[in-house]
């Protein structure tokens, strides 16, 4: 078979089982990610069907996938919004970082894979999902809730600290020196300042001059500006990604409004790629050996995220309630956990296995958490009590009023 040929047949194929794995996924209620990965695992390395004719179309349509991505997630902020977060949120995010990052850290160096290693395991455990987390509370209708502000605020932490993570990383995988690593570093956080100083001071000046009435005209700059921002940003080892993120945080108003609305259909297509060429990079027979170290490392930081989003919580003097509700929804992990774990499997082959079980676990099991976490701790507190508390007669009086009511029989948006 021609080349070409070859190429538009594997490419469609791939597209037409995405768009059916992802409607069974909604019919399921189930982030489509695990299915993604594990279409990846049948047809790539090792696989059932090996495809060869797009692996080079697909390695670069996963590239744009992160830069999408990242993007995506930076038109929804405003640079005053990400100030205001890390103002008000650093707390909840040191402890976030020490929390989630140390088991990951911890179990790389218990792996022998050295501090290159550890350092980019902790990066997979730390970040939760922000596209899983932020369909979770849409399905559950908790945007409205009052701990929603707060797991927000620990996702645009997370999310900012990737800017100094990201190029930490990456001159770590090149195997660049102190010296090295501290001009990278310096040279991130640099570029970062510059871009919220634009973004707060002339961040009208920079949307008015890339909107456009023309949607086509629209989709076109932005897009092209955010590739070219992302390769200049590769170039000075800040991350693509990175740079997509800050290219998003620039723009607002009615031009990322636009551009989101333009840009999310790619970010999907490219995004499910993105998925598929991680699950194909990976031999399928590498993960049943890797399976109890992903579920205990799982297992572990499921406990950790619960309990950054209770510490979170309190110190926005949320209720119990809504403390546990937080805790529970921060669990999954999915897109930033494989973006590092892609950039660190060229160095360190041993971590592709492990992040993809620890992803296909967390992202199935983040939605459960998200939704039984609150009613689960709320039954056992209840039994708890009921345990220290001795039998008393009940005097069966009339029922109280609605005005008679505390907080704590409001309902749940009272937490």
């Known amino acids: 078979m021609h080349d070409t040929t070859a190429l538009l047949v594997e490419l469609g194929s791939v597209i037409l089982g995405l768009g059916i794995i992802g409607r069974f996924a909604g019919r399921i209620g189930l982030s489509p990610i695990p299915l993604y990965l594990l279409a990846g695992l049948a047809f790539g390395e090792g696989g059932l069907l090996p495809l060869g004719a797009s692996e080079e179309f697909t390695a670069i349509g996963a590239e744009i996938g ?64 922000s596209g899983v987390i932020a369909k979770v509370m849409t399905d559950m209708g908790r945007l409205g809730n009052r701990e929603t502000p707060v797991i927000l605020g620990v996702l645009v932490i997370e999310d900012l600290a990737m800017a100094v993570y990201l190029p930490l990383l990456t001159a770590m995988l090149a195997g660049v020196g102190l010296a090295g690593g ?94 598929v060429f991680f699950g194909l990079s990976t031999d399928p027979a590498e993960i049943p050996p890797v399976l109890l170290p992903a579920a205990l490392l799982a297992l572990v930081t499921v406990f950790t995220k619960i309990g950054t989003g209770w510490y979170a919580s309190r110190r926005a003097g949320i209720g119990p309630r809504g403390r546990w509700r937080a805790g529970g929804t921060l669990v999954a992990r999915g897109e930033f956990s494989i ?26 099991v983040g939605p459960l958490t998200a939704r039984w976490t609150e009613p689960v701790a709320s039954k056992l507190q209840g039994v708890l009590a009921g345990k220290r508390k001795k039998p008393a007669v009940v005097d069966e009086g009339p029922m109280p009023s ?11 948006d009272s937490d």
Do not use: C
């Not at 009208?204 to 500006?225: Q, T, Y």
């Open 339 to 364: 973006v590092i774990a892609g950039l660190a499997v060229a160095t360190e082959p041993r971590i592709g296995p492990i992040a993809t079980a620890y992803v296909l676990i967390l992202v199935i």
């Open 402 to 412: 609605h005005d008679d009511l505390t907080p704590e029989h409001a309902g749940r």
């Open 66 to 129: 992160v830069i999408l991505l990242l993007l995506l997630l930076g038109l929804e902020y405003s640079a005053s919004e990400l100030v205001t977060s890390l103002k008000t949120q650093y707390p909840s995010g040191a402890v976030d970082f020490v929390l989630n990052a140390t088991p990951g850290a911890a179990a790389g160096l218990m792996l022998g894979w050295g501090p290159v290693g550890a350092v980019a395991l902790a990066g997979v455990t730390w970040i939760s999902s």
């Open 182 to 275: 501290s001009i990278a570093l310096l040279i991130a956080l640099g570029t970062v300042g510059f871009v919220l100083y634009l973004a707060l001071r002339h961040g009208r000046l920079i949307s008015r001059a890339v909107s456009s009435d023309n949607p086509e005209m629209l989709l076109l700059v932005v897009l092209g500006l955010t590739v070219l921002v992302a390769g200049v940003a590769q170039q000075l080892q800040v991350s693509a990604a990175v740079g997509a993120f800050l290219v998003g945080i620039a723009l607002s108003g009615e031009v990322a409004e636009g551009a989101r609305k333009l840009l999310t259909p790619l970010r999907d297509l490219f995004a499910a790629v993105f998925f």
